[in-house]
């Protein structure tokens, strides 16, 4: 079974607390502060590795945690950092992190950090200064950040095999490559997308069976809405189209509904090109297989917007129409010659652009991607002062005060002075004075009330 999806919760490590201490030894007086600072909370990075397949490992693990940096001790010695917690995803794997932004991880060696670890906090040696020689406090480590973040996996094929069921698309697959697909006369026989492997003589194409479209699949009607997303990344779509459907339906139909139906999912599904195949020709007479292919074959050079001369090579050229027949090797060849002409090789950086990325960076910025890169998220600053609905109380919010309370204790006399001295420093107590901030207010920052001296 293909798992393509996952929700797992990640957590960077906390940091290390700073340590108060005093340099006690014989024969050294006033030995002063030295406290050592705490070390940094490891970060949860997700790193793209061809040698995973798909998201089957976090079915049986869902909780990623990364180790805390150890607390400082005394005579200045400062504690170690928690290790990297990497947890490793298959190519084609789409991140939606934290903070809701999408990553893709398409090239191996590309990384996302999606948890980063809490500072580390200093320890009292960092406070010393001309008027506060003997500081009695030491800061708190941050915790690290944590929630549920969603990984999808969408399936790096050269070409994608798309019909409506039991079109014939996993017969296709079993004789081209040597995917072994369930084959059955009913409909919905394969019930998640299969690969395969077509050997070339100088390369080699993924090809990727789409099962289960129907009409209002875009919609989430039957399993198509499921696995639509595979065929984004593909560069070529083969339409398998059956000559004489078993249950009566018309072949036309059955293409304009899955053609409205990709169109529906993605737009530029649209725009890319095609090759389509009349299978099961077998079941049909030579003279009637011909005649659909002629009538198909018109329709799409009528579509093709009128030029000079197209390249043979040309993968945006009219739509070709071949018949085939799985069970008897009619048009087999034609068909791998056909795909192989009509998916180009890749140029060297344009690996990271398939289908993701290709109508976001040009060719140019492709080539200038790194081989391994590392998604690091920004962090958040700036506050604002906002009055609470009871008099004489107001609120400070914002990453830089919340961490600013987080990091001392706040019944420690020495480290609310630091506090109050900061928060002069940030500008916060001039913003509470402009907004109408009395002597005897009450302020929360974090959660925590208490009074400032804002004059």
């Given at each position: 079974?293909?798992?393509?999806?996952?929700?797992?919760?990640?957590?960077?490590?906390?940091?290390?607390?700073?340590?108060?201490?005093?340099?006690?030894?014989?024969?050294?007086?006033?030995?002063?502060?030295?406290?050592?600072?705490?070390?940094?909370?490891?970060?949860?990075?997700?790193?793209?590795?061809?040698?995973?397949?798909?998201?089957?490992?976090?079915?049986?693990?869902?909780?990623?945690?990364?180790?805390?940096?150890?607390?400082?001790?005394?005579?200045?010695?400062?504690?170690?950092?928690?290790?990297?917690?990497?947890?490793?995803?298959?190519?084609?794997?789409?991140?939606?992190?934290?903070?809701?932004?999408?990553?893709?991880?398409?090239?191996?060696?590309?990384?996302?950090?999606?948890?980063?670890?809490?500072?580390?906090?200093?320890?009292?040696?960092?406070?010393?200064?001309?008027?506060?020689?003997?500081?009695?406090?030491?800061?708190?480590?941050?915790?690290?950040?944590?929630?549920?973040?969603?990984?999808?996996?969408?399936?790096?094929?050269?070409?994608?095999?798309?019909?409506?069921?039991?079109?014939?698309?996993?017969?296709?697959?079993?004789?081209?490559?040597?995917?072994?697909?369930?084959?059955?006369?009913?409909?919905?026989?394969?019930?998640?997308?299969?690969?395969?492997?077509?050997?070339?003589?100088?390369?080699?194409?993924?090809?990727?069976?789409?099962?289960?479209?129907?009409?209002?699949?875009?919609?989430?009607?039957?399993?198509?809405?499921?696995?639509?997303?595979?065929?984004?990344?593909?560069?070529?779509?083969?339409?398998?189209?059956?000559?004489?459907?078993?249950?009566?339906?018309?072949?036309?139909?059955?293409?304009?509904?899955?053609?409205?139906?990709?169109?529906?999912?993605?737009?530029?599904?649209?725009?890319?090109?095609?090759?389509m195949v009349l299978s099961k020709a077998d079941l049909v007479s030579d003279e009637k297989a011909e005649e659909?292919?002629?009538?198909?074959?018109?329709?799409?050079?009528?579509?093709?917007?009128?030029?000079?001369?197209?390249?043979?090579?040309?993968?945006?050229?009219?739509?070709?129409?071949?018949?085939?027949?799985?069970?008897?090797?009619?048009?087999?060849?034609?068909?791998?010659?056909?795909?192989?002409?009509?998916?180009?090789?890749?140029?060297?950086?344009?690996?990271?652009?398939?289908?993701?990325?290709?109508?976001?960076?040009?060719?140019?910025?492709?080539?200038?991607?790194?081989?391994?890169?590392?998604?690091?998220?920004?962090?958040?600053?700036?506050?604002?002062?906002?009055?609470?609905?009871?008099?004489?109380?107001?609120?400070?919010?914002?990453?830089?005060?919340e961490r600013l309370i987080a990091r001392h204790d706040v019944e420690n006399e020495d480290a609310m002075a630091?506090?109050?001295?900061?928060?002069?420093?940030?500008?916060?107590?001039?913003?509470?004075?402009?907004?109408?901030?009395?002597?005897?207010?009450?302020?929360?920052?974090?959660?925590?009330?208490?009074?400032?001296?804002?004059?």
């Amino acid at each position: 079974m293909l798992y393509d999806k996952a929700r797992i919760f990640v957590q960077g490590g906390g940091g290390g607390d700073g340590c108060m201490s005093f340099r006690r030894e014989a024969h050294v007086p006033m030995g002063g502060p030295d406290g050592g600072d705490g070390g940094h909370g490891a970060d949860v990075v997700l790193v793209c590795d061809d040698s995973v397949r798909d998201l089957q490992s976090f079915k049986r693990r869902a909780h990623y945690k990364a180790t805390r940096g150890r607390h400082g001790q005394g005579a200045q010695r400062h504690g170690a950092s928690g290790e990297t917690l990497i947890v490793r995803v298959p190519p084609g794997t789409e991140i939606v992190d934290l903070d809701g932004t999408t990553h893709d991880l398409i090239v191996p060696g590309r990384k996302v950090v999606v948890a980063r670890g809490g500072s580390g906090g200093r320890g009292n040696r960092c406070f010393v200064s001309s008027t506060r020689q003997a500081p009695r406090f030491a800061e708190r480590g941050i915790d690290g950040e944590e929630g549920w973040i969603d990984l999808r996996l969408k399936l790096l094929a050269d070409v994608g095999l798309v019909g409506v069921p039991n079109a014939g698309k996993s017969s296709l697959l079993s004789r081209l490559t040597r995917a072994a697909p369930k084959i059955a006369g009913y409909p919905f026989t394969t019930l998640e997308p299969v690969l395969g492997t077509l050997d070339g003589a100088e390369r080699q194409l993924i090809l990727a069976d789409i099962p289960g479209l129907i009409e209002g699949a875009s919609e989430g009607h039957g399993l198509g809405h499921d696995f639509l997303a595979h065929v984004e990344r593909t560069r070529l779509l083969v339409h398998v189209l059956d000559l004489e459907p078993l249950d009566g339906s018309d072949p036309e139909e059955n293409y304009t509904t899955i053609e409205r139906e990709l169109e529906l999912h993605d737009p530029r599904l649209a725009g890319l090109p095609r090759i389509m195949v009349l299978s099961k020709a077998d079941l049909v007479s030579d003279e009637k297989a011909e005649e659909a292919r002629a009538r198909w074959q018109a329709r799409f050079d009528a579509e093709v917007p009128p030029r000079e001369e197209w390249e043979p090579d040309d993968p945006f050229a009219a739509t070709p129409v071949l018949v085939t027949s799985a069970a008897t090797g009619l048009g087999l060849d034609e068909l791998t010659l056909a795909l192989f002409r009509r998916v180009p090789l890749l140029a060297a950086g344009e690996a990271a652009g398939i289908a993701a990325a290709g109508d976001k960076l040009t060719g140019s910025e492709l080539d200038d991607l790194p081989a391994h890169q590392t998604y690091t998220p920004r962090s958040r600053k700036g506050w604002e002062v906002e009055p609470l609905d009871e008099e004489g109380v107001w609120r400070v919010v914002g990453p830089e005060v919340e961490r600013l309370i987080a990091r001392h204790d706040v019944e420690n006399e020495d480290a609310m002075a630091h506090v109050e001295h900061r928060l002069s420093k940030m500008g916060v107590l001039r913003a509470l004075d402009d907004a109408g901030f009395q002597p005897g207010d009450d302020v929360e920052i974090a959660g925590i009330v208490f009074e400032l001296d804002a004059s």
